[in-house]
């Protein structure tokens, strides 16, 4: 597939007249062919204009047309080959094969909800039937389901070029629920997103949708984004990044004549709580884990364990050592972009600079300095609570070892906890009573809980959370992985006394979809 430097808007190739930029080459260093222009307002209302037009035709398919529309998208990105997973590497840095496990991931995605289409139950279907000879107050009928909100923007995420971004969950999940699409697309991976949106332009295509449903966007800064969350056509945002953009956006989202839902996934430290017992039974083991989590992708992922809680003891001691020993030997490694490696090196030389923070162990340098060294710092719970400053995300391979006092420090920990997508809990069968007591405090402030493994790796599957409460998420009601995903980009819409002929498919008698339906307040089969 040759890839031209071009915008895809209705399907169709386009470029401006804007300053142009390019991808790079993470190893290298060396600018990538083509290079890209930026979209100007009119491609901007172009883009809006025709999802706009494509959404009353698009979300009134029926789910199995919809699914067969994901099911396709799935398959032209595997038609891509290893073309994509080569430019996807040489963009991003990543290693061949964490890009070829993500755009699996992609794909699987894609298929899941086309499962959640043709399953059903996304519809949520209630049907009050009528009731008019009721005593006193007759019951009219009245029947409900969930329907698309209407144009969607969203962000290609500069970690995950594929899974988070121009084909990855955001985009999927408002596809499934019949609302088109705008990418504005991750600028450290320009081709990279342009061939996956290719590749969804031609499952528009070979599924005869609107020419709405998908359109790409680039912009080598913020304000095609800013404009886009602006534009009065879009009806909601699908966002991973940092917590200061994601905010910036919803405040332009709340500050707009009709503010929109704004669904920022902004990262966390996804504490681990090492309880007594199981650091005594198997520190070593949990040394070894900690430190492959912590480093895993140059510390990259949205779940990196960026912190530690543990209680003083000599079984923490031994732990230290061994997590010491297992840092010391991890290679500098290249980020995703050089601002974000930058800002990794200056935010990990400031956390340890801070009063009370000690560096008990540093990865091996590179000569060059322009690769990410881990870091494994420490300090007192009692420092911790007093600054915090030391309770921020660095991203990137370093993680802080708060040293409790006592377990009573766990709960005090627990309990000044912002908002969180991970909570981990390293425990053994000894540790119970006091995990107890803590999983209150917790299930407030995550929306995942672990225990006896390590946060890096979200499963793709109808169970998962990937959100959390505020600063988290923007919206700790909902997530951005699994098929729960849907709901973000629904809402209900309730008919009453509508004639059959009227009535959307659903919600009609003889039920055509076969989906399940809460009649009468009984749960009925499909």
Not at 232 to 258: H, N, W, Y
Not at 296 to 316: I, K, M
Not at 396 to 409: H, I, T, W, Y
């Amino acid at each position: 597939m040759n890839i031209t430097g071009s915008m895809l808007i209705g399907g169709k190739a386009v470029r401006s007249e804007q300053e142009t930029f390019t991808g790079f080459d993470r190893v290298s260093g060396e600018p990538l062919a083509p290079d890209y222009t930026p979209a100007g307002p009119q491609h901007i209302d172009e883009a809006v204009a025709l999802a706009g037009e494509a959404f009353p035709v698009f979300r009134r398919l029926s789910p199995v047309a919809r699914a067969d529309f994901l099911n396709c998208c799935a398959d032209e990105i595997l038609a891509l080959g290893d073309a994509l997973v080569e430019r996807a590497v040489a963009e991003s840095g990543l290693p061949l094969g964490r890009i070829s496990g993500e755009r699996d991931r992609t794909v699987n995605q894609l298929r899941l909800f086309a499962a959640v289409l043709r399953e059903g139950s996304y519809l949520d279907v209630r049907i009050d039937e009528a009731l008019p000879d009721r005593p006193g107050m007759p019951r009219p009928d009245l029947r409900s389901q969930q329907i698309g909100l209407g144009p969607v923007a969203v962000f290609g995420a500069s970690n995950f070029p594929l899974a988070f971004s121009v084909a990855g969950g955001d985009t999927a999940s408002a596809l499934a629920a019949g609302c088109p699409v705008v990418v504005k697309a991750h600028p450290a991976h320009p081709g990279t997103s342009e061939m996956v949106a290719l590749a969804l332009c031609a499952a528009v295509r070979k599924c005869e949708l609107p020419v709405g449903v998908f359109s790409l966007l680039f912009d080598s800064g913020i304000a095609v984004g800013q404009s886009l969350v602006s534009h009065p056509g879009i009806r909601a945002v699908g966002f991973t990044g940092s917590f200061a953009a994601g905010m910036a956006l919803k405040k332009i989202a709340d500050q707009r004549e009709q503010p929109i839902p704004v669904y920022a996934e902004m990262g966390s430290v996804n504490p681990v709580f090492l309880f007594p017992e199981a650091l005594q039974a198997r520190g070593e083991e949990l040394a070894r884990g900690f430190a492959a989590s912590v480093t895993l992708g140059a510390g990259q992922f949205c779940t990196n364990p960026g912190l530690a809680f543990a209680v003083r003891s000599p079984a923490l001691e031994s732990f230290v050592a061994t997590l010491a020993e297992a840092i010391a030997e991890v290679p500098a490694q290249t980020m995703l972009t050089s601002a974000i490696q930058g800002t990794y090196a200056s935010a990990a030389a400031e956390l340890e600079a801070s009063d009370g923070v000690e560096c008990v162990a540093a990865g091996l340098t590179d000569a060059t300095g322009s690769a990410a060294e881990a870091r494994l710092l420490t300090t007192t719970a009692a420092r911790f609570l007093a600054d915090r400053v030391l309770s921020h995300e660095i991203f990137g391979p370093c993680s802080l070892l708060v040293v409790c006092e006592s377990e009573q420090d766990f709960l005090r920990l627990a309990q000044e906890m912002e908002g969180q997508l991970t909570v981990t809990l390293q425990l053994d069968d000894g540790d119970l009573p006091l995990a107890a007591r803590l999983l209150p405090v917790l299930e407030d402030k995550a929306g995942r809980i672990l225990c006896n493994g390590f946060p890096t790796g979200v499963e793709v599957c109808h169970a998962m959370v990937h959100g959390g409460p505020f600063p988290a998420s923007s919206d700790g009601a909902s997530t951005s992985v699994g098929s729960m995903a849907i709901r973000r980009f629904l809402r209900p819409v309730c008919y009453q006394n509508f004639p059959p002929e009227l009535l959307p498919e659903a919600l009609q008698g003889e039920n055509p979809y076969e989906v399940e339906r809460l009649i009468n307040g009984e749960q009925t089969p499909g």
